[in-house]
């Protein structure tokens, strides 16, 4: 019974010394951490939070964007919270692209009640293959010839004028519209993403693409290229109604899932908003077709004269050769990249030398620059000339009777040739057209092709035949002709025949 008093009695004093520890270290703590002590502010002022702070975009970068994007195609619903969206887009399918205009009052009053640029385009995602998309798109036109990647169904399109569509960039097309109009644009993709990916064992996984849309507004100069507003969406191409296989299976294995793992992926949409992004840089095409240049254009037809002798001939504008010299620099090298249309690969080559190019293998060249480009590439720096379909020699019959006037001047009656020196000029064909002969023949004489009203051959009998496309085809190679020139029947050219 002792025992059972005392028990009541430690337990008391056991209690009391407890709560007299307790109050001590609560009253030490408030010491501590008083009011006066505790503050947010300056908390907040220390230096690691300073670093985040500045790190958070301003105000000014938070606005609503003036022009926004719609791709009328659903998302899928297995992408994870804090992702980028992925939409699945069938190939050759037309997709609907609103094009919506959500200036506020005031804002950009220079494009009211003008048309603005944009420019469509399908991009890789990855950055690796961002890297090497010129030799991706030379390899995809390789297997697939005269093929686009990207293209407009025009037809089914609101809104929008003067579309356009480059034939060297096969994943881009332009167009114009008004933001105050209604615009929907329809796309199509031809492309499918396991075209760019490499074959591995068990099946092969397709490549995202991105879908970016850059607009642009009239500078001074009425040329579009003030940048405006871009934004993109990640998408991937699959072969007909493989996208809605896609997204039927997404939906089931997200249906299977617990609703704790639910939770952590984002609800599929209807629609897909393409979202702010840098403008995707503009790659300078160069382009060498152009058409020849012809001086003298106010002149008469030289051979119509008849007094002009061979040393006074006009010679014939020859095209300089462009080949690599080993002795260029890697600034020279650099500029007959660029001369001779091969900008794209600039960047790879930054530092060779006209030497270190030269002395780079066939096998090398298409390993760099993919098969069609390296293959060309490889040729031009070997300085290979193709040959013409057709080479034919001309002499102006001026010429001939100077000659012939001369030697019975000097007493020669002999119709004998021995001794007597003609000059011809060559003329290279690779339409074999006659508006080609007739340029030929122009440029060879330093005149307009507009002063050659026609072109003919003498036949039997001496008749005149009209010189056509399918008569110069069965021209035989190297011959022969002599020129001669009569006035045309407006006097405003000349008729040349050929003899």
Known sequence: ??????????????????????????????????????????????????????????????????????????????????????????????????????????????????MVKSIIRVVFHDRRLQYTEHQQLEGWRWNRPGDRILDLDVPMSVGMTDARSNPTQLNTVE???????????????????????????????????????????????????????????????????????????????????????????????????LTECSPWPEITYVNNSQPPVFNNTHNNFPVAEGNDSPSHQPEPVVPQTDNLLPTATPQEAQQWLLRNRFSPFCRLFTNFSGADMLKLTREDVIQICGPADGIRLFNALKGRVVRPRLTIYVCQE??????????????????????????????????????????????????????????????????????????ILNFPDESCFVLDTMKAENNEGYHVILK
């Not at 007299?20 to 009011?35: P, R, T, V, Y």
């Not at 405006?228 to 072969?239: D, E, N, P, R």
């Open 1 to 114: 019974m002792a025992w059972a008093l005392k028990l009541p009695l430690a337990d008391e004093v056991i209690e009391s010394g407890l709560a007299q520890d307790f109050d001590a270290s609560l009253s030490g703590i408030g010491q501590e951490l008083g009011a006066g002590a505790y503050s947010m502010s300056d908390v907040l002022a220390l230096p690691i939070f300073k670093q985040e702070e500045s790190n958070l975009p301003p105000d000014s970068e938070n606005k609503i964007p003036p022009f926004q994007y719609v791709l009328c195609a659903a998302t899928s619903p297995a992408v994870k919270l804090h992702e980028e969206t992925l939409t699945y887009l069938n190939q050759g399918q037309s997709y609907e692209i609103r094009m919506l205009d959500n200036r506020k009052v005031g804002e950009l009053p220079e494009i009211t009640g003008k």
């Open 175 to 273: 167009f114009l519209w008004d933001p105050s109009k209604r615009t929907s644009v329809f796309i199509q993709v031809h492309c499918i993403s396991t075209e760019f990916t490499m074959r591995k064992h068990g099946g092969e996984k397709g490549v995202p693409f991105r879908i970016q849309i850059d607009t642009f507004k009239e500078n001074e100069g009425e040329e579009y290229t003030e940048h405006l507003h871009s934004a993109s969406c990640q998408v991937k191409v699959f072969k007909p109604k493989g996208a809605d296989r896609k997204q039927k299976t997404d939906r089931e294995k997200m249906e299977k899932r617990a609703p704790q793992e639910k939770e952590k992926y984002q609800p599929a949409y209807e629609t897909t908003i």
């Open 398 to 471: 001026s010429q001939q009777a100077g000659d012939q006037q001369q030697k019975h001047e000097n007493g020669d009656g002999s119709s004998s040739t021995n001794g007597t020196f003609y000059v011809y000029h060559a003329v290279y064909l690779e339409e074999l057209s006659a508006i080609e002969l007739a340029e030929k023949i122009a440029q060879l004489f330093n005149i307009s092709p507009r002063q050659i009203s026609q072109i003919y051959k003498q036949g039997p009998t001496g008749i005149h035949v009209l010189v056509s496309d399918e008569m």
